[in-house]
């Protein structure tokens, strides 16, 4: 079993920062991809970006490109997501996410099968 558990979430400026924070425990997951999505109510659970824990390779929503990062420290068990120029649409509770293996559908949410709790993240305009 994994468990993932988020932090780092709040209340940010349009053009703000911040640092996601998920902590990974409960087993090796070199071979694991992490993703990170966010939901809006009432939109659908959204892909956000996702990273391959064995080579930190790493791919991005377009709306998200070039403002967000995805990155990992093994020693500590756990993958950040960097949030920089936020913007009002940012807004949402972000989850952290993590399946075993590879998979072309990396965008899905019904492709992973761990969850972590969520964090709320609020951008004020």
């Known amino acids: 079993q994994v468990q993932l558990v988020e932090s780092g979430g709040g209340l940010v400026q349009t053009g703000g920062s911040l640092r996601l924070s998920c902590k990974v425990s409960?087993?090796?997951?070199?071979?694991?991809?992490m993703g990170w999505f966010r939901q809006a109510p009432p939109k659908e659970r959204e892909f956000v970006g996702a990273l391959t824990w064995s080579d930190s390779i790493t791919y991005y929503a377009d709306s998200v490109k070039g403002r967000f990062t995805i990155s990992r420290d093994n020693a500590m068990n756990t993958v950040y997501l960097q949030m920089n120029s936020l913007k009002p649409e940012d807004t949402a509770v972000y989850y952290c996410?993590?399946?075993?293996?590879?998979?072309?559908?990396?965008?899905?949410?019904?492709?992973?099968?761990?969850w972590g709790q969520g964090t709320q993240v609020t951008v004020s305009s």
């Open positions: 996410a993590a399946r075993r293996g590879w998979t072309t559908k990396l965008t899905a949410f019904t492709e992973y099968n761990y």
């Open positions: 409960g087993r090796t997951f070199s071979s694991y991809v």
